[in-house]
T-cell receptor, first 111, second 115 residues
Framework: QKEVEQNSGPLSVPEGAIASLNCTYSDRGSQSFFWYRQYSGKSPELIMFIYSNGDTEDGRFTAQLNKASQYVSLLIRDSQPSDSATYLCAGPKAAGNKLTFGGGTRVLVKP | EPEVTQTPSHQVTQMGQEVILRCVPI?????FYWYRQILGQKVEFLVS????????KSEIFDDQFSVERPDGSNFTLKIRSTKLEDSAMYFC?????????????FGSGTRLTVV
């Protein structure tokens, strides 16, 4: 079973709409999760982190964590063409201090 | 804003040659990592480094790979005898505190092409 799993997409959303991305994880001991944005040919950039059940909001981004169901989601409100990128979900293994990344969901925001 | 710096940005090497990829982590960071990303694939963990020693390594990080922090600022990844399948983007990352709580900052990456 993959440790962190995402739908590869592409997720196509019209400009101004809400983009909803999901990530599931297998390690019940994981306490925190991270969303990174990666533009084509560039390095991952941390945009959100969450380590409690419920929602964490930062500007147009909201991260949601449901530990009972073992999923993490990212909502992008008022999507802009500049949000077109691959979004990577990352979480730690219960042992060690490294992050494991999902395969990423490609988001396309169409004007 | 502090950055993780990687050099070179792109390296082309012949199969069997040694390459050294260089990283300068953010100065007060304590945890250091190398990841790689083969084109179109996921970001894969290679090795973590803390307190001047390897703390964890993946199955990918075999005897052909080594890491060093030679002078307290640079952090290098050496591949002794490159293979075609080593062609990938290599990312250095660092974290000031426990990365499980704070995540990492990634460098801009080195694109390694083995021919």
């Amino acid at each position: 079973q993959k440790e962190v799993e995402q739908n590869s997409g592409p997720l196509s959303v019209p400009e101004g709409a809400i983009a909803s991305l999901n990530c599931t994880y297998s390690d019940r001991g994981s306490q925190s999760f991270f969303w990174y944005r990666q533009y084509s040919g560039k390095s991952p950039e941390l945009i959100m982190f969450i380590y409690s059940n419920g929602d964490t909001e930062d500007g147009r981004f909201t991260a949601q964590l449901n530990k009972a169901s073992q999923y993490v989601s990212l909502l992008i409100r008022d999507s802009q063409p500049s949000d077109s990128a691959t979004y990577l979900c990352a979480g730690p293994k219960a042992a060690g201090n490294k992050l494991t990344f999902g395969g990423g969901t490609r988001v396309l925001v169409k004007p | 804003e502090p950055e993780v710096t990687q050099t070179p940005s792109h390296q082309v090497t012949q199969m069997g040659q040694e390459v050294i990829l260089r990283c300068v982590p953010i100065s007060n960071h304590l945890y250091f990592y190398w990841y790689r990303q083969i084109l179109g694939q996921k970001v894969e963990f290679l090795v973590s480094f803390y307190n001047n020693e390897i703390s964890e390594k993946s199955e990918i990080f075999d005897d052909q790979f080594s890491v060093e922090r030679p002078d307290g600022s640079n952090f290098t990844l050496k591949i002794r005898s490159t293979k075609l399948e080593d062609s990938a983007m290599y990312f250095c990352a660092s974290s000031e505190q426990d990365p499980i709580l704070y995540g990492y900052t990634f460098g801009s990456g080195t694109r390694l092409t083995v021919v």
